[in-house]
């Protein structure tokens, strides 16, 4: 049984980093100068046309935040539930982090479609997680 409740929580804290790294929030926390995506807004370039794409791509990166909000708050229910309830909210977070995905996944596609090929080189090096953060595949 603690076997089962330590890889619930495993999953929740691991759905939670995993999530946390795709965001692009102020480098090393702080909060001064332009944040990774505005800086990245800032290289891309981007054309009039090709704006309207970036919102909706935008719009998609600030899910990791909202997950983060909604993590918390299952993890603090946590303790609080019996063992099939707590699988249920496992299972419920991990449906949720899958559709957050598949979302951001689209419009990060749709975004991505619409560059050309040099603005595509700048935003593959520069959303390339840091080499201490890649995972062994």
Do not use: C
């Not at 981007?46 to 993890?75: C, F, H, I, N, V």
């Not at 951001?104 to 520069?126: N, W």
Request: hydrophobic share 35%; net charge neutral; glycine share 6%.
């Amino acid at each position: 049984m603690k076997t089962i409740i330590l890889a619930m929580g495993a999953s929740l804290a691991l759905a939670s980093g995993a999530a946390h790294a795709q965001g692009y929030g102020q480098q090393g926390g702080q909060t001064s100068g332009p944040s990774q995506i505005e800086q990245l807004h800032q290289a891309l370039h981007l054309t009039a046309m090709q704006e309207s794409s970036w919102q909706l791509y935008r719009s998609g990166a600030d899910a990791p935040d909202k997950a983060q909000a909604r993590r918390r708050s299952a993890s603090s229910l946590f303790r609080t539930l019996d063992a099939p309830r707590r699988m249920d909210l496992v299972e419920a977070e991990m449906r949720q982090e899958l559709e957050d995905l598949q979302r951001q996944s689209q419009a990060l596609k749709a975004f991505y479609a619409g560059l050309t090929p040099d603005q595509k080189r700048i935003f593959d090096a520069r959303t390339l997680p840091p080499v201490e953060n890649q995972q062994q595949y």
